[in-house]
C-alpha cells in the first residue's frame, strides 16, 4: 500500500467502526458520500431552481464513470436496480426460437437462475441447470460435453458468491463465441475489488453489476454492461420517458416518440438520474477511479495472500481454488459451527458472513494486513 493509497483509505474509511471482512455481503460507502447525499438532500428538501438539465445529467454522469472504469464508451452502459432486473431484460428481449435453451451452473447466485426460471415457465425459452458434480469449474471441454445442442444463451457468475471460485472469462467466451453463444456474466462479487481488462470485455456480450458490494455504492442501483452484438439481438420491451431523446428538453416532451437514446441507454431504468441515489454511488465510483481497480488488485491480493500464509489450517479447510480466487475465500472450520463463530467474531467486533456452512471472508481495499492480523487471532480460538 503506497502512502497516497494508505492516506485515501484513512480520510475515506476513518468512521469504520469495525474489523470489517465482509464487502461480499455489503460494500461500506466512503466517507465523502456523506457530503454528496447531504447536498442532494438539500435540493430534494428545497428543490427551489434546481435546473432541469442538471437534474437530468446525473445518470449520464455516473454513466460515464462507469464506462472509465470497465473501459469501455458510454453507449454501451446502462443504468438498472438489480442484478436480476439486467437479466430479465435479456429474456424478456431475446428473440428465443422454438426449443432455444438457456444454461446455467447449478447452485449459482438466484439472480443468475429465478428471471430464466421464469421466462421457461412463461414459455420463452427452455432453461437448463447443468451440475458441475466433480468439477470445480466450467471449462471449455466440460462445456463441451455438457452444453445442450440448443444453447443460445450461458449465464454465469465470474466469482461464487458462496466458495469464491473465479471463472477464465477468455477461455469460457473464446468458446461461446465460436458456437455463437451469448455470454451473460454477473460480475457483482468481483468488479471494484478487481478489475475487467478491456480483453476480457470483449468477450463478455451482457454483463450485470450490482453496486452496493465491491463497487461501494448504495443498495438499488446496478448496472449492465452490452455488447454492440447483444443491443442489435435484445429488444428493449419497456417504455419510460427518460429513455427518450425527447426528454432532454423539458419543452418537446410532448413529442412522443418510441425512439430511444443511442446504444444501451435504451435499456435504463426509470427515473435513473435519482440525485440521492447515484451521488451516493458517484462517491464510491470516484475512490475506485483514483485509486485504480489493478492496484486494488494488488492490494486485495496481498491482504488475501497474507491470511493465507498465516491462517490456522489444522482448524480450516480452505474450499475455494488456490488456483481461482479472486477477493472471497471460503473456509470450512473443523470442531466448532460456523455460525456459533460468526457470531464470536461479531462479539470481538469482527464482521464476516457464513455461506452455505462455510466462514466467507472477503477483502477489499480498506483492510490491512494489521487487521488480519486480529482476525487470525479472533478465528484461533
Known amino acids: 500500500m503506497t502512502p497516497d493509497f494508505q492516506d485515501l483509505i484513512k480520510t475515506e474509511y476513518h468512521h469504520l467502526d469495525t474489523y470489517y471482512f465482509n464487502t461480499a455481503y455489503f460494500g461500506p460507502s466512503p466517507y465523502s458520500a456523506k457530503q454528496r447525499v447531504s447536498r442532494a438532500l438539500h435540493k430534494e428538501l428545497d428543490p427551489s431552481y434546481h435546473n432541469y438539465n442538471t437534474w437530468m445529467g446525473v445518470s449520464e454522469r455516473v454513466r460515464i464513470q462507469l464506462a472509465g472504469i470497465i473501459d ?91 466458495t469464491g471460485k473465479k471463472i477464465n472469462i477468455q477461455e469460457i467466451g473464446t468458446f461461446l463465441r465460436e458456437r455463437d453463444i451469448l455470454f451473460c456474466l454477473d460480475v457483482t462479487q468481483a468488479l471494484g475489488g478487481t478489475d475487467i481488462t478491456r480483453e476480457e470485455l470483449s468477450y463478455i456480450d451482457v454483463m450485470a453489476c450490482s453496486s452496493y458490494k465491491w463497487m461501494l455504492g448504495p443498495y438499488g442501483h446496478a448496472f449492465g454492461y452490452f455488447s454492440e452484438k447483444a443491443q442489435s439481438l435484445i429488444s428493449h420491451n419497456t417504455a419510460n420517458w427518460i429513455v427518450s431523446p425527447k426528454s432532454k428538453v423539458v419543452s418537446h416532451l410532448l413529442d412522443y416518440t418510441t425512439d430511444t437514446l443511442p446504444g444501451a441507454r435504451k435499456y435504463d431504468r426509470g427515473q435513473a438520474s435519482n440525485m440521492l441515489t447515484m451521488s451516493c454511488l458517484e462517491a464510491g465510483l470516484e475512490v475506485l477511479t483514483e485509486l485504480s481497480l489493478p492496484k486494488i488488485r494488488m492490494h486485495n491480493g496481498e491482504v488475501r495472500d497474507y491470511f493465507l500464509e498465516n491462517y490456522p489450517k489444522k482448524k480450516f479447510e480452505l474450499i475455494t481454488p488456490e488456483n481461482a480466487m479472486a477477493n472471497i475465500l471460503s473456509l470450512k472450520a473443523s470442531g466448532i459451527d460456523a455460525h456459533h463463530l460468526e457470531r464470536e467474531l461479531k462479539f470481538r467486533n469482527v464482521d464476516v458472513s457464513v455461506r452455505q456452512g462455510n466462514l466467507r471472508l472477503s477483502f477489499h481495499l480498506f483492510n490491512t494486513k494489521e487487521q488480519v492480523d486480529t482476525l487470525l487471532k479472533t478465528i484461533d480460538i
Open 72 to 162: 469501455c464508451h458510454p453507449d454501451h452502459v446502462m443504468h438498472s436496480t438489480s442484478t436480476s432486473d439486467i437479466i430479465n431484460i435479456v429474456a424478456n428481449g431475446y428473440n428465443f426460437k422454438d426449443g432455444d435453451v438457456v444454461a446455467a451452473i447449478d447452485r449459482d447466485y438466484p439472480s443468475n437462475i429465478l428471471p430464466w426460471m421464469l421466462a421457461e415457465k412463461n414459455g420463452k425459452c427452455k432453461f437448463e441447470l447443468m451440475n458441475l458434480k466433480d468439477e470445480v469449474l466450467p471449462t471449455p471441454d466440460w462445456l463441451a460435453k455438457n452444453l445442450p445442442k440448443k444453447t443460445k444463451i450461458f449465464n454465469s457468475s465470474f466469482v461464487a458468491f458462496d
